[in-house]
């Protein structure tokens, strides 16, 4: 039998999720990597039952892969896996932002502008600085406003089920989206920016067919560039 969670192990146990879901989405562990409860107990100052509660909910999200009396591994896709993801994106979001868009506040498209704008000045200087000098500051950067770019869009949709696929989508592909950012260069930043212009501007005219394709459209120019480096997925 399980031992009982307290009170007090269930606040301790969501900041270790918490704090855990950073270092996954800031590339701190890698895919595939083993996690050991043990030792994230003594790092965390803690019993190994928050430990095992907060990665019960990683694993909700999508972050994290438990087996049954084996262990925990942060979630890994091969190539063929991430294709599977992303034409399921090419699906739901376009639907998701759809929905959204007749809900959205002309505060929300003016939040979604200044958020344009932040990703076109982390993409400036990934693309100006040199390999050796690249920010990774500028990389997470890019990759947080990306993401709450796209997800705040969506922010108007009444539909909480589709909503939450999509978040598990995103984060199980974060760790692919970090790899294939590095290595867009100069030409692919120019291409991100310029679709999510053209989205802002079409979200902005409250045009949702051409949102939609226009999302469609980026969500696979991804997935191609994905194909393409296969390098990225490892061995």
């Known amino acids: 039998m399980l031992e009982p969670v307290t009170n007090e192990q269930e606040g301790l146990s969501q900041r270790i999720a918490a704090e855990l879901r950073r270092r996954i989405l800031a590339g701190e562990y890698k895919p595939g990597a083993r996690i050991r409860q043990e030792e994230l107990a003594e790092s965390f100052g803690t019993s190994r039952i928050p430990v095992r509660e907060a990665l019960w909910?990683?694993?909700?999200?999508?972050?994290?892969?438990?087996v049954r009396n084996t262990g925990a591994w942060i979630?890994?896709?091969?190539?063929?896996?991430?294709?599977?993801?992303?034409?399921?994106?090419?699906?739901?979001?376009?639907?998701?932002?759809?929905?959204?868009?007749?809900?959205?506040?002309?505060?929300?498209?003016?939040?979604l502008g200044q958020i344009v704008m932040e990703i076109e000045r982390d993409l400036e200087v990934l693309s100006t600085a040199s390999p050796a000098a690249a920010s990774a500051s500028a990389l997470d950067n890019f990759l947080r406003r990306d993401r709450e770019f796209h997800l705040f869009s969506y922010r108007g949709a009444k539909m909480p089920r589709l909503k939450s696929m999509?978040?598990?989508?995103?984060?199980?592909?974060?760790?692919?989206?970090?790899?294939?950012?590095?290595?867009?260069?100069?030409?692919g930043h120019k291409i991100v920016s310029y679709e999510h212009r053209l989205l802002l501007d079409a979200i902005t005219r409250r045009d949702v067919?051409?949102?939609?394709h226009l999302?469609?459209?980026?969500?696979?120019?991804t997935r191609l560039h994905l194909q393409?480096?296969?390098e990225l997925f490892g061995g």
């Open 57 to 66: 909910q990683l694993e909700t999200e999508g972050l994290v892969v438990l």
């Open 215 to 221: 999302l469609e459209d980026h969500i696979r120019r």
């Open 166 to 187: 999509i978040e598990r989508f995103w984060n199980t592909t974060q760790q692919y989206r970090r790899a294939n950012s590095s290595v867009l260069g100069p030409h």
């Open 75 to 111: 979630a890994k896709l091969d190539l063929a896996d991430c294709v599977e993801v992303y034409k399921i994106r090419e699906r739901i979001e376009p639907l998701a932002l759809a929905e959204s868009i007749v809900h959205l506040k002309d505060s929300d498209i003016a939040s």
């Open 228 to 230: 393409e480096h296969k």
């Open 209 to 212: 067919e051409t949102a939609a």
